[in-house]
């Protein structure tokens, strides 16, 4: 979820390994799973003590039925954007940054601090073990890395700064901060990050002031040049489909939760000089994943939907989240349908050849699975049950 609520967890390192990773070559997901934060019929959260968070690894070898390879024990929130985890496209690391980190409130209860913290986890070994836990800005939420495996970037929610780590085999390595605001400025809750598929610029989510940042990449130089987009009242999250010509921005309007209003995606092109918004399409409620096929003709937002995180009196209250089906070709994008999901709908990803899609209830502690078929979702059979777990995020190994 968005907003800076109370959440997040006692670090742990523990590791339940199910079966060896480096037995899959495939497609591999992974599920960061936050056990602390629910949720009252009034819309009032509900704390619970840390030290039960996961990190789930999933091995999509029978795409329609994901089976769980390795669990970490390792502390995630839902509180951030679920995009804060990714794979490296050769799939031996996964990385996990953790938002906020859970402690004592000094009344009985908890309260959630910015977290500095990035896990690295080894999907090779066998068994799969944690490798190295990097150190980062300040409660990093939105990670994306780099078609080209070379790189990743951080959008760090606390401090209006980007951490900038290299990639060389299965080290990874803080090598550079860049600041988007001045010190002293007002926060701008960077929430997101993608990198366009060239490697050649990337584009950072300013959630609380309703702008997109540009930022230029020579290798693994990362540089800011001061140039923001307006895109609307609280953009979210935010994906650059295959070919790079667009970046679209989910706009949540609510700080990360329902309040009965539409709200949209931006749409900005990214071959203009300088890119710049070309469109809003309405998709729903309060927008939150985002994700877009493989071969970029589709893009699907997850929709809250007044599912989950609001009170059930709400006149925009409803039992169960949605996705909005996007139909992406070249940079005009159309909304073309809707598919219902669970509670509180957070993470998704397609599968590697982009025919199948899954979806995370972060209420209904599961996944589900779609069969993709151009713009037509199809659900696979019954939903699966993450271990006793909320899915707060999700990635897949594809970009």
């Not at 960061?32 to 996961?54: F, R, S």
């Not at 540009?214 to 800011?224: F, M, N, P, S």
């Amino acid at each position: 979820m968005s907003g800076f609520t109370k959440a997040v967890t006692m670090a742990g390192i523990g590791l339940a390994l199910l079966s060896p990773i480096g037995a899959h070559a495939g497609d591999l997901l992974v599920v960061a799973n936050d056990e602390k934060l629910v949720w009252d019929d009034a819309g009032k959260p509900i704390y619970k003590a840390p030290g039960a968070d996961t990190i789930a690894i999933f091995d999509l070898a029978k795409p329609a039925l994901p089976t769980v390879v390795a669990t970490f024990k390792l502390e995630n929130t839902v509180v951030g954007p679920p995009t804060n985890l990714a794979i490296t496209p050769d799939r031996q690391l996964a990385l996990v940054a953790n938002s906020l980190h859970w402690v004592d409130d000094g009344n009985g209860g908890w309260k959630g601090v910015p977290d500095t913290k990035l896990y690295v986890l080894d999907l090779t070994a066998k068994p799969a073990a944690q490798l190295a836990t990097v150190e980062v800005g300040k409660q990093p939420s939105g990670l994306a890395i780099s078609q080209k495996g070379d790189l990743c970037l951080i959008a760090n929610r606390a401090d209006n700064t980007v951490s900038v780590l290299s990639i060389a085999g299965k080290e990874v390595k803080l090598i550079d901060t860049v600041a988007l605001a001045a010190a002293g400025a007002p926060n701008e809750q960077l929430s997101a990050v993608a990198i366009t598929p060239d490697g050649k610029q990337a584009l950072v989510v300013k959630a609380a002031s309703g702008k997109v940042a540009l930022l230029a990449i020579d290798g693994q130089k990362v540089t800011y040049g001061h140039y923001d987009m307006n895109v609307g009242i609280f953009p979210y999250n935010v994906q650059i489909p295959a070919g790079g010509h667009i970046g679209i921005v989910n706009v949540n309007g609510n700080g990360g939760a329902s309040d009965g209003q539409v709200d949209t995606v931006a749409i900005i092109d990214m071959e203009a000089s300088p890119p710049h918004v070309i469109d809003q399409v309405v998709i729903g409620d309060g927008p939150e994943g985002l994700a877009v096929s493989p071969n970029g003709k589709l893009a699907i937002s997850v929709i809250l939907n007044g599912a989950g995180n609001v009170p059930k009196t709400a006149f925009f209250h409803h039992d169960h989240s949605y996705l909005a089906i996007l139909k992406v070709d070249g940079k005009k994008v159309t909304k073309v349908g809707e598919m219902p999901v669970g509670q509180l709908a957070e993470g998704i990803a397609f599968s590697a050849d982009g025919k199948y899609v899954y979806v995370g209830n972060y209420l209904d502690a599961d996944l589900e699975v779609f069969k993709v078929d151009g713009t037509k979702l199809t659900k696979v059979g019954a939903n699966i049950k993450t271990p006793g777990q909320h899915p707060a995020a999700m990635r897949s190994s594809t970009p």
